[in-house]
């Protein structure tokens, strides 16, 4: 089976700074999305990470807050940027691989990584 | 607006007994439902999915039911186990977007 890693798998950050969360898949993959969960609630998609173009963004995410890359078919990578106590969450990436015969709604995540902002 | 609900935030049962977790949505649109399971300090796991076409699903010990008339979806495991003790969230797609995520019951199975 498919390995899906994320770096950092934990982090304590300092309001007004910036993390970069990578997430590194061992097989292709069509699609690659990012999620938060907030604390006691459930997952959110902030956005669809493209490949060689500009993410997709849900209502109520931005690309200035959420910068993401996604360089080619394996790897992407979220920015939370300019962070505040209320971007305290999980952040979970997941994708769709390309070799299973399935629906592209079928998603599998990475372990998630735990951002406390203080 | 929350689409997907799953209105038991916990659930306890007894090791060897029937676990039911209930998810209720309002969009009849959708047309594909997936449970997934989670493990404290790990990702959502896939378990388990059902297109609306059908009214169920089964694999191993895990089966999902489709009410389409009520907009429910449940999931039975049987017989449970300590190991499934988790975090199960169910979510729904239409016509492959994106995935709408219920907000979680807590699943505790004791010996």
């Known amino acids: 089976s498919a390995v899906i890693s994320q770096k950092p798998s934990r982090d304590i950050c300092q309001r007004g700074t910036s993390l970069t969360i990578q997430c590194q898949v061992d097989s292709q993959v069509t699609m690659m999305f990012w999620y938060r969960q907030q604390p006691g609630q459930s997952l959110t998609l902030i956005a669809t990470?493209?490949?060689?173009?500009?993410?997709?963004?849900e209502s109520g995410f931005v690309i200035d807050k959420f910068p993401i890359s996604r360089p080619n078919l394996t790897f992407s990578t979220l920015t939370v940027s300019n962070m505040s106590p209320e971007d305290s969450s999980i952040y979970l990436c997941s994708v769709v691989f390309l070799w299973k015969d399935v629906r592209g709604d079928e998603q599998y995540f990475g372990p998630g990584t735990r951002l406390t902002v203080t | 607006d929350q689409q997907v609900k799953q209105n038991s935030p916990s659930l306890s049962v007894q090791e060897g007994r029937i676990s039911i977790l209930n998810c209720d949505y309002t969009n009849s649109m959708f047309d594909y439902f997936l449970w997934y399971k989670k493990y404290p300090a790990e990702g959502p796991t896939f378990l388990i999915s059902?297109?609306?076409?059908?009214d169920k699903n089964e694999d191993g010990r895990f089966t999902v039911f489709l009410n389409k008339s009520a907009k429910h979806l449940s999931l039975h495991i049987v017989p449970s186990q300590p190991g499934d003790s988790a975090v199960y969230f169910c979510a729904a797609s239409h016509n492959t977007d994106k995935l709408i995520f219920g907000t979680g019951t807590r699943l505790q199975v004791f010996p």
């Open positions: 990470a493209n490949q060689g173009s500009e993410a997709t963004y």
């Open positions: 059902i297109s609306s076409i059908k």
